[in-house]
């Protein structure tokens, strides 16, 4: 028994939960699940270094370890701070921290342009439902919010800087999955963004991720951009066999219909991408003959995704295949040519004036 | 007249270079050290002075120095924190453009005892011309064997490097200026761990300022017990004040831990009283982001006691009555002056040099200037000096590095104690542009408690 790893119990909103030594206060609590989890917006588990910023996730520790009892001083990051052995946690069951986590998503909201209506994001976008749950209905903020230009960042993402809340995790993603970095933060404070030096595009096979770990909607795809709600489509885990190497190819379609809007990577229940995908099967692949559809994928139900009850949805019978006997329709065609009044063999620039039926009777033989 | 063990010997000429310092009796204290202590015994000695960093914080220098790990075969850095940014202080730069050597004998010893072969010197951007003092002084050195390889036959080596930061504060912050010095952006890193661990280049690193180190002299040089005769307490020794403000004699000051604030302000000696006859109304004792003071509040303690120019004396009362000694920035404000105008420009700073990394911090700052805007410029509500509490009460303690608490603090100082002054100058939109509130009552004597 001697090989086996001593674990560390710590004791989070009054639950208790034993795990690995180095394991962060906030992966402890996904592992107990449900209300005790923290909110956060700039931590991401596959991202080396991220966490600590957006400070949504702050906890109290009211009793620091087994061998040192004291309390932390201060509220500390729960997805940077690790986990000592007879450590309490205190997360909803602390006033304190609820107030200060009210504080940090005000903080947040106040240049954010809450342009929902017209966001790609609005659904499935974090800060929304950080609102929703911790935020006040009302802003206290009277000022001019801050706004930025828009980037262009090449043909397949647009960078909407009014909206990012900085929370590093797309340099976090260039930084490690791509080859080279082209983006990253400029100037500081309240005015730094999110940008490249020279307006450059974003070009690397796997930069599309930057799309899905961006937890507002900041970065959205142009190739789905404004091409539907996201909770009026019906989302399916797919797979292809991608020549990439290091991608899965295991992704989520976004369709309606027979129609596929947009792939993503396949997304866990804390929000974070379950495995990296690249960007041609993120922006290329777009028919349905592409993939190999697995099902319908299961959506929280508290999500507005999940309001579009598509789950056995039936496909309404298409009445147009009676209609038209068997042949296929055609939405634009040349009826000249189509016609089977009309004879093709007969050339419209050859006739005088406008055509006349007569102009195509048969001859008589 | 107090005993000056820093500037004792600023006012020569020539001291700026090698020989006239070497003349006065430099790097006796490095020779001391060197060849007759060893890293232990120094590192005893530093720790039995009672030293504690000037750079703000006051934390004990030796028990830092003792934190350093040190695992085999890597190695381990100084650095001197020279990013003396916070606005009012200005004793660093005075040090290192007069007495040079005496900062590169305190860097000496202290890469001595922490075992670092290389030290670094990160100064701010501004001080443009300091590098230039700096490296003439380091050649100077090393011309004389005080630096480079197997310094004066003890085997121990030693190489200064200078480094100039681009002009941000944030780069003070011991984890931001290492980023910096990595020559990454000035973000303040996430703590643990911390850098006596991992510091620069991953590399256990002590940061200090540059008073801190260069106290390290005489310290070495008289020994710990003759140091802590001078001060108060816990307050050892004694200490660099950069006065500012309105008063008749602004400067840098060395004072020995064991005078009045009253004292420091009014004697001949030091600031020579409040310019032009004015009366005092308020004091910001350590660097913009320590809470400002009333006189009242300034001169006497809550409890009624004289207030002392030391660590404990300044902080006594904790922020409901009292303030900090900080990195010793010592701003005064006549009658004429105005908290609120006052307060805004210390916002406007911090929003400034927000590095923009964690959220309150970051849209705080900016939303507590434009706040204070409107109410310094007649627009301003009675609500907003409420919402001005919140703002800073929601920032303080919940950011990355105290940069965030070093905002909200001026802030909710003046609004502690200054409120009156706010509620004026939302009732009287209009007389407020045209003139200040003026002393008030806060130069009145306090009630004193009775004695229960």
Known sequence: MAEEKKLFK????????????????????????????????????????????????????????????????????????????????????????????????????????????????AGECDLQDLSYEHGAETTRYEFKRRTFDKVDLGEHIQLHMTRCILCYRCVFTADQLTEKREHGILDRGDHSQISTYIQQNLDNDFIGNVIDVC???????????????????????????????????????????????????????????????????????????????????????????????????????????????????????DIHTTSQVNRPDIDLSKIDGPAHSDDFNKPKS | MGRKLLLENAHIEGIRYYDTYRKQGGYAAAEKALKSMGPEAVLEEVKKSGLRGRGGAGFPTGMKWSFIAKPEGVPRYLVCNADESEPGTFKDRYLMEFIPHLLIEGLLISSFTLGANACYIYIRGEYAWIPDILEQAIAEAKNNGWLGKNIQGTGFDLEIYVQRGAGAYICGEETALIESLEGKRGNPRIKPPFPAVKGLWQCPTVVNNVETLAAVVPIINYGADEYIKLGTGKSTGTKLISACGNINKPGVYEIEMNISVEEFIFSEEYCGGIKNGKRLKACIPGGSSVPVLPANLLLKTAKGDTRMMTYEGLAEGGFATGSMLGSGGFIVMDEDQCIVRNTLTFARFYHHESCGQCSPCREGTGWMEKVLKNIEYGKGKMSDIDLLWDIQRKIEGNTICPLGDAAAWPVAAAIRHFRDEFEWHVKNPEEAQRRNFGLAHYADPLPVPAAV
Request: proline share 7%.
């Open chain 1, 215 to 333: 937890p507002v909607g900041a970065l959205t795809d142009k190739t789905a951009r404004f091409k539907n709600r996201v909770w009026f489509l019906k989302p399916v885990d797919a797979h292809r066999n991608c020549d990439n190497p290091k991608c899965c190819g295991k992704t989520v379609l976004w369709m309606r219909g027979n129609e596929i809007f947009r792939v993503t990577a396949r997304k866990d229940q804390f929000g974070e991408v379950e495995n990296w995908i690249c960007d041609t099967c993120r922006f290329d692949k777009k028919d349905v003959k592409d993939w190999v559809v697995e099902g319908p994928r299961n959506i929280d139900r508290h999500s507005v995704i999940s309001q579009g009850h598509y789950v056995n949805t039936v496909q309404p019978k298409d009445p147009l295949v009676e209609v038209l006997d068997g042949r296929q329709p055609q939405l634009l065609f």
């Open chain 1, 10 to 121: 710590v004791k989070i909103d009054n639950i208790t939960v034993e795990v690995e030594p180095g394991t962060t206060i906030l992966n402890a609590a996904r592992g107990i699940g449900g209300d005790v989890v923290p909110p956060a917006m700039c931590y991401y588990s596959k991202l080396q270094g991220s966490g600590g910023k957006c400070r949504t996730c702050l906890v109290k520790v009211t009793k620091g370890s087994e061998a040192d009892p004291r309390p932390m001083p201060k509220l500390v990051a729960s997805c940077r701070t690790t986990v000592m052995d007879g450590m309490e946690v205190a997360n909803i069951t602390s006033p304190e921290v609820l107030d200060a986590r009210k504080g940090i998503v005000e903080f947040l909201l106040i240049n954010h342009p809450l342009d929902c209506p017209v966001c790609d994001q």
